[in-house]
Structure formats: structure tokens, C-alpha cells
């Protein structure tokens, strides 16, 4: 069975950084790019960053790049999300979901893990 | 970067038929990918590609797409049906690429 469990979120005050992470299990993570993708409170989803299968290829929204780093542990079948300068907007449920076909197709997804941003 | 465009919210009756649809310059080029989201639940992958969809999703949800539109269809929606639906689709620009969601569509079955 396939599964995405993420962890790592919190409340943190604005300027702050966290690391989440994604656990993956039930298929062969090596194989398969990968999204983060948030959704704020009461809002719409917005696709985060999208990691290839090697790590090699990267890429960010604009409204995260050069503050969130993305990367994944093919050892240890898991994905990570370094955020910094973390600012109230960025306040929202950050999932992992598993590509297939073309960057956009997510068939798994994990449950999320909710980051607050505030003092 | 493009835009997706959903109506905000749309509703059927109950065994009707109701398109959900969603406009965007990157459809022109990429197809769009639907996702249900019911509260406090992870999205669920309904259709992907020119019409597929994944196992476990009833053969009622269908999409299509012409032009700038691409469109997901419920043919007898049932009271489980109610949901947000998104669309999305990949899109590039200066050889950087990207993805891009709708708004969302909140689906009400009366």
C-alpha cells in the first residue's frame, strides 16, 4: 500500500524556518518525481516545488523560490522541504504527493502537515 | 507564470449531469488533471490525460477538453460526489517549469 506520511509542521514565529519531511513507503520512491504542494486555511491548493526521481531537476512557485529548498533522501524513501524567512501567508497545510505521467498528475497524496506562521 | 479559471461554486441535482469547467492558456498545450477534495481530506485524483482515470474512480467522472477549456463531467452525480474539485496542469515558461491549480470548484448535489 502506498503511502506519504509528512511531519515537521508547527507554529513558528515570521523569519523562522522549519524542515518538513515525507515518508514514503509501498512503492518504489527512486522511481517516482515528486510535489509539495499547500493549501492555506479555506483556500485553494498552489503547487509548491517539484523534485525528479534523482534530485537532479528542481523546480519552485514563484511565490517560494530562493526561501524553500527541496529535497529528497532516495536511501531513506524520503522528501524534504527546508522553508525559511517563513512569512504569515506561508501559514497553511503543506502536502507531499506522488508524480505520475507529468508533473502535474499527483495520484498519492499524504494527509499533510499544517505550518502556522505567527507571533 | 498562467492562471486556471473555475466557477467558485456550481450545483446538480441529484442522478443529473453537471460539467465542472476550467480555462487557462496552458490547457492549449498541457491537459488538465482533476482532483476531488471533500473537508479535512487530501486530494483525490479523479481524471488525468486526454480521460483517464484512476482505479477506484466510478466510471461517471469523465473529462474533455477543446481549446483553452478543459472540463470534468459527472454523469448521475450521487451525494458523495459533493466535494471542491480542482484542476491543474503543467505549463513552462523560459524553459522553467511549473504547475499551475485552479481555484477550485465547490460541487453541491441537491
Keep these: 500500500e502506498v503511502q506519504l506520511v509528512e511531519s515537521g509542521g ?22 517516482f518525481e515528486m510535489n509539495w504542494v499547500r493549501q492555506a486555511p479555506g483556500k485553494g491548493l498552489e503547487w509548491v516545488s517539484h523534485i525528479s526521481s534523482t534530485g537532479h531537476t528542481i523546480y519552485y512557485s514563484d511565490s517560494v523560490k530562493g526561501r524553500f529548498t527541496v529535497s529528497r533522501d532516495n536511501a531513506k524513501n524520503s522528501l524534504y522541504l527546508q522553508i525559511n524567512s517563513l512569512r504569515a501567508e506561508d501559514t497553511a497545510i503543506y502536502y507531499c504527493a506522488r508524480c505520475i505521467g507529468d508533473m502535474a498528475t499527483n495520484d498519492y497524496w499524504g494527509q499533510g502537515t499544517l505550518v502556522t506562521v505567527s507571533s | 507564470s498562467s492562471e486556471l479559471t473555475q466557477d467558485p461554486a ?16 496552458s490547457l492549449r498545450n498541457y491537459y ?19 480521460n483517464n482515470r484512476p482505479s477506484g474512480i466510478p466510471d461517471r467522472f469523465s473529462g474533455s477538453s477543446s481549446g483553452n477549456t478543459a472540463s470534468l463531467t459527472i454523469t448521475g452525480a450521487q451525494a458523495e460526489d459533493e466535494a471542491d474539485y480542482y484542476c491543474n496542469s503543467r505549463d ?19
Design chain 2, 32 to 50: 488538465a488533471t482533476w482532483y476531488q477534495q471533500k473537508p479535512g481530506q487530501a486530494p483525490v485524483l479523479v481524471i488525468y490525460g486526454k
Design chain 2, 92 to 110: 513552462n515558461s523560459a524553459n522553467y517549469e511549473y504547475v499551475v491549480f485552479g481555484g477550485g470548484t465547490k460541487l453541491t448535489v441537491l
Design chain 2, 10 to 25: 456550481v450545483s446538480v441535482a441529484l442522478g443529473q449531469t453537471v460539467k465542472i469547467t476550467c480555462q487557462g492558456d
Design chain 1, 10 to 31: 508547527g507554529l513558528v514565529q515570521p523569519g523562522g524556518s522549519l524542515r518538513l519531511s515525507c515518508a514514503a513507503s509501498g512503492f518504489t520512491f527512486t522511481t
